[in-house]
């Protein structure tokens, strides 16, 4: 059975950044409380140019650089997002044209924050199984379109971005090692945007009550997220055979850091064993993990060999974790250019438009 492995990463965010002073100027909150309060101090904002898929394709590509991986070798993408272009199409079909990953699969897995983790654990399983030999995961999040800028309980938490990883199937052991599900429908309306889908669609009442903004019970997250934390990334460790003493790292959904604390306490282990960057880039959701991770690699926190943990949480609720034996980039044959498909990509999608175009021309003659 072949092992699934992490073989490239990468992360985007856009260039603006929106300080607590910012958001004091428009809701009655200050930097002193948002930071005391949840560890936040800056996070990225989109513009109005950029959009979850086009954040995705950036991360995307840097991870397939990585791998050394060209997008038509890729057999599946999903795209994990709470904040996606469209309800349907799915954002990894967007992603998919925009990259030319012509032979990849592409479906979006919606588990809000937990998105990521849920995700790498699909993929990693159809590579256990032989069905597939590679995958693109990404999580990509423009919430700032999402968030009531007059809600002070939930403008100051989320930020945009996105993060990205390739996972291949190897002989050689290690990878993905564990991963623990779950969900508790019961609590779906703790963390929801009401607006938009079938139960409540776009109409003049539902823009007038707000419905299309992220509505949250911040205490009640914040319980649960404490709640379940600890006890995912244990049964985790214990689904791979393993103590939190063999783990040198946890790399945890970027929410609050009051809830890594917390989980801190509770696994009995020191903060310095958290991945934590929630202060710059704020609640990124399905891309928070990712774009952690990245970053641990730049500093040099996270190294080939180590075993590491993600966990995540979010609306569903969900949750889930998973134990990795990370892997580093595999070694290179020959070098392979992901960034240079992307001009036959978009010349591949022109085409394929025209033609479908085309084809519609001469079907109405036929009729
Ligand atoms: O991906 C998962 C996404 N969500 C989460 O992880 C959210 C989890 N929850 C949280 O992080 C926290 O609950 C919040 C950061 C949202 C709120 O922090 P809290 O410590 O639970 O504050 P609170 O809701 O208990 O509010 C305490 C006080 C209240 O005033 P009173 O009633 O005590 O006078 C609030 O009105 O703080 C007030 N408050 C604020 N004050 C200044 C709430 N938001 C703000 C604010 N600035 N932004």
């Known amino acids: 059975m072949p092992f699934a492995h992490i073989t490239g990463w990468g992360m985007h965010v856009p260039e603006p950044v929106l300080t607590n002073d910012d958001i004091s100027k428009l809701v009655d909150t200050s930097d002193e409380w948002i930071r005391e309060r949840t560890g936040i101090r800056e996070r990225h904002i989109a513009r109005e140019n950029e959009f979850p898929s086009t954040l995705g394709v950036e991360a995307a590509i840097k991870a397939l650089q990585i791998a050394n991986l060209a997008p038509t070798e890729l057999d599946l993408i999903i795209?994990?997002?709470?904040?996606?272009?469209?309800?349907?199409?799915?954002?990894?079909?967007?992603?998919?044209?925009q990259i030319g990953a012509t032979k990849a699969g592409a479906f979006d897995l919606q588990a809000a924050c937990s998105g990521f983790v849920f995700s790498i654990n699909m993929a990693a399983q159809a590579i256990r199984s032989g069905s597939i030999k590679s995958a693109l995961i990404v999580g990509t999040e423009v919430l700032s379109r999402f968030v009531n800028w007059k809600d002070r309980n939930t403008c100051i938490l989320f930020g945009d971005g996105a993060g990205a990883f390739v996972l291949q199937a190897s002989d050689v052991p290690g990878g993905v090692m564990s991963a623990v599900m779950h969900s508790d429908g019961s609590g779906a309306n703790s963390l929801i945007i009401p607006?938009?889908?079938?139960?409540?669609?776009?109409?003049?009442?539902?823009?007038?009550?707000?419905?299309?903004?992220?509505?949250?019970?911040?205490?009640?997250?914040?319980?649960?997220?404490?709640?379940?934390?600890?006890?995912?990334?244990?049964?985790?460790?214990?689904?791979?055979?393993?103590?939190?003493?063999?783990?040198?790292?946890?790399?945890?959904?970027?929410?609050?850091?009051?809830?890594?604390?917390?989980?801190?306490?509770?696994?009995?282990?020191?903060?310095?064993?958290?991945?934590?960057?929630?202060d710059r880039y704020g609640n990124t959701s399905t891309a928070s993990i990712p774009i952690a991770t990245v970053e641990a690699i730049q500093k040099g926190q996270l190294k080939a060999g180590d075993k590491a943990v993600f966990v995540g949480f979010g609306g569903g609720l969900t949750w889930g974790a998973m134990v990795v034996e990370w892997t580093g980039p595999i070694p290179i044959t020959k070098q392979v250019h992901p960034e240079q498909y992307r001009l036959f990509a978009r010349l591949r999608s022109i085409v394929r438009r025209a033609l479908r175009f085309i084809e519609g021309l001469f079907s109405r003659w036929d009729s």
């Open 79 to 97: 795209c994990t997002s709470s904040s996606p272009e469209y309800i349907f199409p799915a954002t990894a079909c967007l992603i998919q044209d």
């Open 195 to 278: 607006g938009g889908g079938a139960r409540f669609p776009a109409s003049e009442l539902s823009i007038h009550e707000n419905k299309h903004f992220i509505h949250m019970d911040g205490k009640e997250v914040f319980r649960f997220a404490t709640r379940v934390m600890g006890k995912a990334t244990l049964e985790a460790l214990e689904q791979a055979k393993l103590t939190i003493d063999d783990i040198q790292w946890i790399i945890p959904h970027q929410a609050n850091i009051r809830i890594v604390e917390t989980a801190a306490k509770y696994l009995k282990v020191p903060l310095d064993k958290f991945i934590v960057n929630v």
